[in-house]
């Protein structure tokens, strides 16, 4: 888990209030991830990046704003959440482009529990 | 669209017993396919997964599982449960590298493995 860091760990926040999620990895890869993970719902992937360029955003509300300034560095910016917010936001990364080979697996963070009031 | 289907949301076998967490994939292409574990209050750790070549895969902790392509499953198997393996299970699958398009991994709803001493 020490590849990929996420901070902070546990967020509470009201539903004015800004915040940001940041997640670095330390893996050498080119793609970076946020995911949402709801009690009893399969991971759901919010916004990919390769080579520091979104390169897909699943219908996620604007008031989550992704920003990756570097292919190390991965931010969730966190703004007018809704209580259904809450949940733990993982951010995961891999090497991709490439045709088979172990670079293709991603690797998780530990996750940012969030909740919103 | 791909899919991943986890049909047991809970199994429970005694320390010592062989273990099996079962999932199914839907994807067109030829597979890849992925077992990840989480413990409580961490983050998605890496199994095992398949892409090609020998059908029974072998990963971390003593787990190892068997692609069956004409039934379009992925188990998870281990043959010595250990109560230490208790945690919650996700399959996910994604379709091959072609070089365009979409490469989201899918990610089952996860099963919750509980060992009994």
């Known amino acids: 888990e020490t590849g990929v860091t996420q901070t902070p760990r546990h967020l509470v926040m009201g539903m004015t209030n800004k915040k940001s999620l940041k997640c670095e990895q330390h893996?050498?890869?080119?793609?970076m991830y946020w995911y949402k993970q709801s009690a009893k719902k399969p991971l759901e992937l919010m916004f990919v990046?390769?080579?520091?360029?979104?390169?897909e955003n699943n219908s996620v509300p604007s008031r989550f704003s992704p920003e990756c300034p570097n292919s190390s560095h991965l931010f969730l910016h966190l703004h007018t959440l809704q209580p259904e917010d809450s949940a733990l936001y993982l951010c995961a990364s891999s090497q991709d482009g490439e045709a088979g080979g172990p670079r293709e697996t991603q690797y998780f963070g530990p996750g940012t529990r969030l909740l919103v009031l | 669209a791909q899919s991943v289907a986890q049909p047991e949301d809970q199994v429970n076998v005694a320390e010592g017993n062989p273990l099996t967490v079962k999932c199914t994939y839907s994807v067109s292409g030829n597979p890849y396919l992925f077992w990840y574990v989480q413990y409580p209050n961490r983050g998605l750790q890496f199994l095992l997964k398949y892409i090609t070549g020998d059908n029974l895969v072998k990963g971390s902790y003593g787990f190892e599982a068997e692609f069956n392509k004409s039934q379009t499953s992925f188990h998870l198997k281990k043959p010595s449960a250990l109560v230490s393996d208790s945690a919650l299970y996700f399959c996910?699958?994604?379709?091959?590298?072609?070089?365009?398009?979409?490469?989201?991994?899918?990610f089952g709803k996860g099963t919750k493995l509980s060992v009994i001493p």
């Open positions: 990046y390769n080579f520091k360029e979104q390169t």
């Open positions: 893996l050498g890869h080119n793609a």
């Open positions: 996910a699958v994604r379709r091959p590298y072609s070089g365009a398009g979409s490469y989201q991994l899918t």
